[in-house]
């Protein structure tokens, strides 16, 4: 069995209510051509952004099931409190929608936001007890009542966290808004290419000092992209904590989490040598397949060299990984995170 542990899916240009668009917080173009969002907006340019083209996709490259996480221009970063709450429960429901329709073929998440705790918390039993939903996806910051950046791991968000570990929910950790926390020209992709690595690294920095892990042990958390820059950071922390044990009192030694059992990262890191680092670091056991279909970003057919699965291909034809640890990072290490098993699927 296949399954991809990062994927992505649009609603419908007619499924997205209509305020959506009049207040210019999320919108497809009726030719499905665009995606858009205030001034920005994305082309839709490959296969896979909808149902019927993302289920071909998956059979074409025998891919049995999908995990489908939040759209990140819908974590609602900055957004007022209606607005919030009703575009999240959009996307909440929608993404519920696509599990109910195709069980056997999608496993998919549900996002909070934590500037409106206990909006956040209820939303979280709604997801789990009414919509089936036990993926929660969250950005790896967010944007606080005093305008502050926080990262997703800080003391504020442990009431979220708490209850996730309550119902054992599996976690996604996502980057996203770098442009607007990171005082530089929005050019050269910069954000998506270097600061989105950055954002990864920062939330895992934090998430490892204060132990998450052992904190909440039922949460099992799955970092995008690799957790990139974190994982090529691991000396410098270490580096960091041995040398400044002032800065660091109370707080827990990097050392202590690394390759710990409810510690997860995709395999999204575009380098089979990186995804070396990455195996060497935390171990094969904690690594699970991500694609990023149907993003530029991901690994999709068109894209240079790229096609799905390509890196892990890759890195068992050189000997980086055996091949029972590719097909773990394909099946058994996706399962341990959802905490699923595959009859689950059937």
């Not at 899916?9 to 007619?14: K, V």
């Not at 990140?72 to 429960?89: E, H, P």
């Not at 890759?314 to 000997?319: F, L, N, P, S, T």
Request: net charge neutral.
């Amino acid at each position: 069995m296949r399954i991809n542990g990062h994927g992505h899916i649009l609603p419908e240009p007619a499924q997205i209510p209509n305020f959506m668009k009049e207040k210019k917080l999320f919108w497809i173009d009726n030719d499905k051509k665009f995606m858009r969002q205030g001034d920005w907006s994305r082309p839709i340019s490959s296969q896979g952004f909808f149902i019927k083209d993302k289920l071909d996709w998956m059979d074409q490259h025998n891919i049995d099931h999908s995990v489908m996480l939040c759209l990140s221009q819908l974590y609602c970063n900055g957004w007022n409190k209606k607005d919030c709450f009703d575009g999240i429960r959009f996307q909440n429901d929608f993404n519920a929608s696509i599990q109910s329709n195709f069980p056997d073929k999608f496993t998919c998440g549900f996002v909070v936001q934590p500037l409106y705790l206990d909006h956040a918390l209820l939303e979280i039993e709604r997801c789990v007890n009414e919509l089936g939903l036990k993926v929660l996806c969250l950005p790896t910051h967010f944007l606080n009542k005093n305008r502050e950046w926080l990262s997703i791991a800080e003391e504020d968000v442990d009431p979220i966290f708490e209850l996730a570990n309550k119902y054992g929910l599996a976690v996604q950790i996502h980057p996203y808004d770098g442009e607007k926390i990171i005082a530089l020209k929005n050019q050269y992709w910069r954000f998506h290419l270097v600061w989105m690595m950055a954002q990864c690294a920062d939330t895992l920095h934090l998430y490892t000092l204060r132990d998450l892990p052992n904190k909440f042990p039922n949460v099992r958390t799955s970092f995008a992209h690799g957790g990139m820059s974190g994982i090529a950071n691991y000396g410098r922390r270490i580096q960091g904590f041995d040398g400044r044990p002032d800065i660091f009192k109370e707080l827990q030694d990097p050392r202590k989490t690394l390759g710990h059992k409810n510690l997860y990262f995709d395999t999204l890191v575009h380098d089979s040598y990186t995804l070396e680092l990455l195996k060497k670091r935390v171990g094969s056991s904690q690594i699970i397949m991500g694609l990023d279909d149907p993003f530029p970003l991901g690994e999709i057919e068109g894209v240079g060299t790229s096609y799905p699965g390509r890196v892990v291909e890759y890195a068992a034809e050189i000997g980086i990984l055996t091949q029972n640890e590719k097909k773990d990072i394909w099946c058994k290490n996706v399962l341990e995170w959802l905490g699923k098993n595959k009859k689950d699927f059937r």
